[in-house]
């Protein structure tokens, strides 16, 4: 008998694991276990997707794709792998790029990181030569958002701001149609000057439409539509919130232009020119923090209300990156439909500051919610600690703006 090649032992076990697959019945199987069934299948999966994109790059390289009757090697590649053909593209110009990457590729292939977040490695150290190592790392313990995340950040950081703002000019669009139903459609990308100030506005706008309209009433994404709606037509109220959140250096602004460590960036949007800035300044629209690399300033008080100055340094995100802000619940790292969390609940006498508050989504806020419950801190009351009662009127109104004891509505 035949000893069986790498490639028929591949094939012979995908098609043995696919009629196993095929004979399993989560509903017959207890809840931890399936939790151990969906792990091993994601590793399994994350392996199996790297090999075909690394074996699919090596067959269309031969032009086996021709021979199989495909001109288009990403046609050829999305009929079998179910994708569209522009996802298809990609994975052949990640499965190509990965021969320069021993290190991703092995660890792709043993089921360490997904497709998905072995293309962002490759895409950063395109950009960005020995950022590998440590992208690679963090793409093994988190999410591919992170990952994204981190690695814009790192590439960002090390463009020429100049050059940067020049390319993110030049490649600003908007497109619209009309789909099957009549809808009509929006596609666009703005420059993170104009885009940030635009996005801010629609989601605070947004968030006031859900809150005056009440639980359940619409969705986030369809208030965002009627934010949209209601800003174009010029009849939104302006926010108390930044449209804009700068941070630069003080000698850079002093001087012109920024030196290394020197940073001068838009938060969430990366970085920008000194020159830029300056002129920025004029309008109305920004606000800006300019800082000398001390720690945040701290504001403090014991109601729940943010005031303006707590707000804008909360949003600023953490010193001294200050990027930003994003879910801190574990392992999300959500950018928006934030809630701001008190860690010590006001209801437990934590104060409303700096150190005592952080970004949730609203699945990590009812998640904490219910932790401080069952934890006994949300039954205290201002006036008899250790004792819960009644909330007056004004109790009532205050736990209407937020905290961790105000319980926020279901995922």
């Not at 952080?358 to 205290?380: M, S, Y």
Request: overall charge positive.
């Amino acid at each position: 008998m035949p000893t069986p090649t790498p490639a028929s032992a591949v094939i012979s076990g995908a098609e043995a694991l696919v009629a196993l697959v095929r004979s399993f019945d989560p509903a017959l199987v207890a809840a931890g276990e399936c939790a151990s069934v969906a792990e091993a299948l994601a590793r399994a999966e994350k392996a199996c997707s790297g090999a075909r994109v690394l074996a699919a790059a090596r067959a269309v390289s031969a032009g086996e794709h021709r021979r199989r009757g495909f001109s288009d090697p990403a046609a050829w590649l999305s009929r079998h792998a179910g994708t569209t053909v522009g996802s298809a593209r990609e994975q052949l110009r990640a499965g190509e790029a990965l021969g320069a990457l021993p290190v991703t590729q092995a660890a792709l292939v043993g089921g360490e990181v997904s497709l998905a977040q072995a293309a962002e490695v490759v895409r950063a150290e395109a950009e960005l030569p020995g950022c590998e190592a440590r992208l690679l790392d963090l793409a093994r313990r988190a999410g591919l958002g992170e990952l994204k995340d981190q690695a814009r950040k790192v590439t960002l950081a090390a463009s020429d701001p100049a050059q940067l703002f020049a390319r993110q000019h030049a490649a600003r669009y908007l497109r619209h149609w009309v789909d099957r139903s009549g809808m009509v459609c929006l596609s666009g990308a703005l420059p993170p000057a104009q885009g940030l100030p635009l996005v801010n506005r629609l989601d605070a706008l947004a968030q006031g439409l859900r809150k005056a309209r009440g639980k359940g009433a619409d969705s986030f994404e369809a208030c965002s539509a009627d934010a949209l709606v209601e800003l174009s037509a010029g009849g939104a109220k302006k926010s108390s919130r930044s449209d804009l959140n700068i941070v630069v250096d003080l000698r850079a602004y002093r001087r012109g232009h920024a030196q290394p460590g020197e940073p001068c960036h838009l938060v969430g949007g990366g970085p920008v020119p000194v020159a830029w800035l300056r002129e920025a300044l004029a309008d109305p629209f920004v606000k800006a923090v300019v800082h000398d690399g001390v720690k945040v300033l701290r504001v403090a008080h014991l109601g729940r209300h943010m005031k303006a100055e707590l707000r804008t340094a909360l949003e600023l995100g953490k010193p001294p990156g200050f990027e930003g802000t994003s879910c801190a619940g574990p392992g999300c790292g959500a950018h928006y439909g934030l809630q701001w969390d008190h860690r010590d609940p006001v209801a437990n006498l934590g104060p409303t500051s700096y150190d005592n508050l952080q970004p949730l989504c609203r699945p990590d806020h009812w998640e904490k919610t219910r932790r401080d419950r069952e934890a006994g801190l949300l039954g205290r009351s201002r006036g008899r600690p250790g004792k819960s009662k009644t909330p007056g009127p004004s109790q009532g109104k205050a736990r209407a703006k937020g905290g961790s004891e105000r319980e926020p509505p279901p995922p």
